[in-house]
């Protein structure tokens, strides 16, 4: 049955209980109060070589509070949202923060800091239409259509060619969501999300027999955005045949050319070590280096909470406003290669006196994390074939295996798979090997970026190409 959006009666009763339950923790004693409390539906099919292997049909609410007394804090969570689930929820929270330590640097933002036009009962922030997070298309297909379209998109994948004998299986996701916040400053707002996604999984076998496997996928707000499945299979069968015939390579030290989907890893791995909880418990290479060159000058990172993607679809990262309530900002991490920010929330801004970047992320229990909005590396002006044409003898990294990095330090060693590159022509596919380096001569050696940024999930990168790594292999 198409799924339909909820009434507007049923997300003010949302937003109602939210800022009851502040209330309700005031009067039992609480300085301070926040609540969040998230509602939302999935599906999610699994076809492996036609048959459905898996099917998941899912739904849940759920509440989380965090209550101050004075300088202490606690926070709880419950699903049971009939009021003495929800009394029981204050009076553990009150509980366990009576037993905590004080902390100088808790409590809420100040009441300056958040976005006014969200305040009161009911209220939407500006951003939650125009920032297009939710279309009720997600769910416009059957069940029976949503499992055809993970068959058509493994079927396109295992009809391309010969070689492609299995199969991981075809898949189809859709989900939506809906966030609703609220605290003891006045502050009260929700926003609603949507996804749907389609991947493919084949698997190739060559002439000795050895087995290869990719995949491909396409994700986006709006079930009419998805790119066609039989376009996602083929897809995800060019990318499994290219890997047929792997071997390993001698260790050297060459340009290493990262593909849009490694290369986002990198960024990754920068927003850890520009993180303010990294960087006060001073457990990041970046510490210390605020307003200093640590990449190259033609390298910008930017964390982009209000992004429109090209469809006219909010980013996976876009929000009206964080986990703390602030309303959504654009910030420059680096700059040209200088680093001008890093990413805060509350709690970190205070321990490093800095102020907050609005970055609070959180889930229904315990303190706000720090998590990124649209996070991501300006495009340059190359292709991926001009950069690679470029390379006379490199490797072309398609695949990345292991967490070999540490943003204390900055050491990075990680396996990897791709294709060799000799006389700016991608040659074999490789395999086996390891790249290392350090994050921090890294940033510095980036010599090209890609004009070929796409957004496919919340962190995106263009092609780029980073010299003098090692290659470990033979």
Partial sequence: MPHTAPSAEAALDLESLASGVVAQALQAGASDAEAVLREGDEFSVNVRMGE???????????LGLRVFLGKRSASASTSDLTADGI??????????????????????????????????????????????????????????????????????????D???????????????????????????????????????????????GKMQRDGWWSSARSFALLESPEAVGAEAARRTLRRLGARRVPTQRVPIVFSPETARTLVGSLFEAASGDAVWRSASFLAGKLGQAIAAPALTLID???????????????????????????????ENGVLRTYLLNTYAARKLGLKSTHNASRGLAGTPGIGCGNLYVVPGTQSEEQILAGVQAGFYVTGLMGFGVNVVTGDYSRGATGLWIENGQLTHAVEEVTIAGNLAEMLR??????????????????????????????
Wanted: net charge negative.
């Fill in 52 to 62: 459905v292997e898996t099917l998941k049909e899912s739904g849940s609410r759920a």
């Fill in 87 to 160: 009394r029981q929820l204050v009076e553990g929270a009150l509980a366990l923060a009576q037993v905590t330590e004080e902390d100088p640097f808790n409590g809420l933002p100040e009441r300056e800091e958040f976005a006014v036009a969200g305040s009161g009962p009911g209220a939407s922030l500006p951003g939650e239409n125009h920032l297009h997070l939710y279309y009720d298309d997600v769910y416009s297909l059957s069940g029976p259509e949503r499992i055809e379209w993970a068959r058509r998109c493994e079927a396109a994948a295992l009809s391309a």
């Fill in 162 to 208: 010969p070689r492609i004998t299995n199969s991981d299986g075809g898949s189809f996701d859709a989900a939506t969501g809906r966030k609703v916040f609220a605290n003891s400053h006045g502050f009260v707002s929700s926003y609603r999300t949507s996804y749907a996604g389609v991947a493919a999984a084949p698997l190739a076998m060559d002439a000795d």
């Fill in 304 to 334: 982009d909470h209000t992004l429109l993607l090209p469809s006219g679809a909010g980013g996976f990262g876009t929000s009206p406003f964080d986990g703390e309530g602030l309303p959504s900002q654009r910030n420059v991490v680096v």
């Fill in 445 to 474: 050696s980036v010599t090209a970026i890609g004009s070929d940024l796409v957004f496919r999930g919340a962190v995106a990168s263009p092609t780029l190409r980073i010299d003098g790594m090692t290659v470990a292999g033979a």
